[in-house]
């Protein structure tokens, strides 16, 4: 069955560094998701993709996020400036349509940032 | 925006019994439910879904009730087994969770006891 990959699994960086989380969505889903986990706590939106263009995001999805498709199967997320509240998991996902149409999504199994 | 709560936070059963998890949502545009099963170190699976189209959905040892007009929906998981020890989350969305994003609850930890 096909996945959602990320990588890395555990990222770790300093405070103030910049950080590129990568994933590789399902071939043939258009729809690409970023939630992030802090620990213990519940899986919230960030921002949501589609046609080389960010569809939704939300409060959390700041100046300091931003998203990238640099190829056919790659999708970053990247964070400019880290901070310690920035440590977190975070999930890739995609689905094979969007808005009005029964998509599930399927997550990766994550991308680990922890900010020293 | 929406918000979705979800009861309880740890759930402790017998093997062989049922487990029952709750949530309620907000957003009465709201139309797409899924259940999703989180083992420790792993991202999110979906394990069964439904929208506002129907009241009660079943697979195998596992459904899902809806009531759109209290807002609210269940999941049901019939003669527990020691793999159901997982965190289970709800989630609620307008569209199917395309474009819009899924609101999650916040997580009932399930315990099942040998």
């Known amino acids: 069955e096909p996945e959602v990959t990320q990588t890395p699994s555990h990222q770790v960086t300093q405070m103030g560094q910049e950080v590129i989380l990568r994933c590789v969505p399902i071939?043939?889903?258009?729809?690409f998701y970023w939630y992030r986990q802090i620990l213990g706590q519940k899986v919230e939106f960030l921002v949501s993709f589609y046609n080389n263009e960010i569809s939704e995001k939300s409060e959390i999805f700041d100046d300091q996020f931003s998203v990238e498709r640099p190829d056919g199967s790659n999708f970053t997320l990247k964070i400019r400036s880290t901070k310690l509240e920035d440590s977190a998991m975070y999930f890739c996902?995609?689905?094979?349509?969007?808005?009005?149409?029964?998509?599930?999504?399927?997550f990766g199994n994550g991308t680990r940032l922890t900010v020293t | 925006g929406e918000n979705v709560e979800q009861h309880p936070s740890t759930l402790s059963v017998q093997e062989g019994d049922s487990a029952v998890i709750k949530c309620t949502y907000s957003?009465?545009?709201?139309?797409?439910f899924p259940w999703y099963k989180q083992e420790l170190g792993k991202g999110p699976q979906l394990i069964i879904d439904i929208r506002s189209n129907v009241g009660e959905k079943k697979d195998q040892r596992i459904a899902v009730t809806l009531n759109k007009t209290a807002k609210h929906f269940s999941l049901h998981i019939t003669e527990t087994q020691p793999e159901d020890s997982a965190v289970y989350f709800c989630?609620?969305?307008?569209?199917?969770?395309?474009?819009?994003?899924?609101?999650f609850g916040k997580g009932t930890h399930l315990i099942i006891q040998p």
């Open positions: 071939s043939n889903h258009l729809y």
């Open positions: 957003d009465s545009a709201s139309n797409y």
């Open positions: 989630a609620a969305s307008f569209s199917g969770g395309g474009a819009d994003g899924l609101t």
């Open positions: 996902a995609s689905s094979e349509a969007g808005a009005g149409v029964y998509s599930p999504l399927h």
